[in-house]
């Protein structure tokens, strides 16, 4: 006998939530349940502050309030089944639960890179549960050697986390030449691997690792540089690949990359089936190719559009793409990129003007707590539309990369930018007389 509800959410990360959120705010008449492997998960972005910035790692779990609030129900299984004619989830524990609409919010899985020696104890995957977090952490924090593989967003805040433990010494290998190469442009991936060396971080930029060494635990590794270094406890932080079985063994389409394939409203080849977050396929805001991006903010964001469209089209063409926002923070410095690097700009072909500015956060900068900031804006050289951006600087770096976020999506040009309004205060922001975002559209504009 199955269970039926309107509306099922596979998945308890953050797209499942807001999806499931979302739902219930356009359709308050639906019963609603989602369902999660995971009995306890955590909040993906917190992970690497669960070793030292947080008092217990407790602090960072993902619960059930904001469903419970919303008279949301939670199944605690696993879906290992769509019969998609007859509308039906079948899972784990052999239970059946029939649904008039789907989504799929499944997320990622942390990638194991095929290094002879991956599955030796002492080699920790970040996977999004908190009983295998919190014992991770307490092993981890064990030893006296870490290496943390990729240095990408994820092994970047890992290294910067783990450098606030005594006795620890911790080593971030990178095959790219630059850390944070796929978001940043050389000069922004100099600062962070600066503001990392001072913290006792040893960076190897431009090298692999080929071995794993040791029998049942690590020991060290093998470099492809030859160089062999001691090590105790390995953290894998290159990335993730899309949880998409499920779909695929349902014969919903990929797309081009590794994602489920959904159309703007995040509807699968199957109308009463949609996905959202690291499972669905994304496409880039401006070449509409494949983009690998995996984030919390761009997955809540195609949950919103999921939740809302499942039974009308709320908002006409809505998921234009995606433009790949980040931000990161290293011990009080943020950096910050959205859309297309002045690097990846040139390899897809675009002519493009970029329009730099340093200046500080606050006015005058002798005022308490100012920090500098450093900006770059990429635009087309013809048009004059914005590409992308990257800043650096204090806390309020953080907020100023959503602004050229929205530029971006909003494709602006450097004149509008030149003629921003903003609101400024001494201690909130730069002066207007010299604000970074119009002082780089002004040097872009020069360029044209």
């Not at 959120?21 to 019963?31: D, I, M, Q």
Request: proline share 5%; aromatic share 6%.
């Amino acid at each position: 006998m199955e269970e039926i509800v309107d509306i099922l959410v596979i998945g308890g990360g953050p797209a499942g939530i807001v999806s499931a959120v979302t739902a219930r705010k356009y359709y308050p008449a639906k019963k609603i349940s989602l369902m999660k492997d995971v009995e306890k998960g955590a909040i993906p972005c917190g992970i690497p502050y669960m070793f030292a910035s947080l008092k217990s790692p407790d602090e960072n779990k993902l619960g059930n309030t904001p469903l419970e609030k919303n008279n949301i129900g939670v199944i605690v299984d696993e879906a290992i089944k769509i019969e998609r004619k007859e509308k039906v989830i079948v899972t784990k524990a052999s239970k059946r639960y029939g649904y008039e609409k789907l989504i799929l919010a499944t997320g990622s899985s942390p990638i194991a890179p095929p290094i002879p020696g991956i599955s030796k104890k002492g080699v920790y995957p970040i996977y999004k549960d908190m009983s295998y977090l919190k014992n991770s952490i307490e092993e981890i924090k064990k030893t006296k050697d870490v290496l943390i593989i990729g240095g990408g967003f994820i092994g970047v805040e890992f290294a910067d986390e783990l450098s606030k433990i005594d006795n620890l010494s911790v080593s971030l290998v990178e095959i790219l030449p630059n850390l944070l190469a796929n978001s940043f442009d050389i000069e922004f991936s100099a600062i962070a691997e600066e503001m990392l060396k001072s913290k006792g971080v040893t960076i190897l930029a431009g090298i692999g690792v080929e071995e794993i060494m040791g029998s049942e635990k690590i020991e060290g590794v093998r470099l492809s540089d030859g160089r062999e270094i001691p090590v105790d406890s390995i953290i894998l932080g290159v990335g993730g690949i899309p949880n998409t079985k499920l779909a695929t063994d349902a014969g919903l389409d990929l797309g081009k990359g590794k994602g489920i394939w959904v159309d703007e409203y995040m509807r699968t080849v199957e109308p009463d089936i949609f996905a959202a977050g690291d499972c669905a396929g994304k496409r880039d805001f401006y070449t509409r190719k494949d983009a690998p991006v995996m984030l919390a903010s761009t997955a809540t964001a195609e949950a919103r559009i999921a939740g809302a469209n499942l039974y009308r089209l709320k908002v006409v063409r809505e998921n234009k793409g995606t433009i790949a926002i980040y931000s990161t923070y290293i011990d009080g410095m943020v950096l910050g990129s959205a859309g297309l690097t002045e690097n990846s700009a040139r390899n897809e072909g675009f002519e493009i003007v970029a329009g730099t500015a340093d200046g500080a956060d606050k006015h005058p900068a002798t005022l308490p707590g100012a920090s500098k900031i450093k900006i770059k804006l990429i635009f087309s050289k013809y048009s004059g539309i914005i590409l992308g951006g990257q800043v650096a600087g204090g806390i309020s770096c953080g907020e100023i990369i959503n602004l050229i976020g929205v530029a971006i999506q909003k494709r602006m040009s450097f004149a509008e930018l030149e003629t921003l309004q903003m609101a400024t205060h001494p201690y909130l922001t730069s002066a207007p007389t010299v604000y970074p975002i119009v002082l780089a559209a002004q040097d872009a504009s020069r360029k044209m």
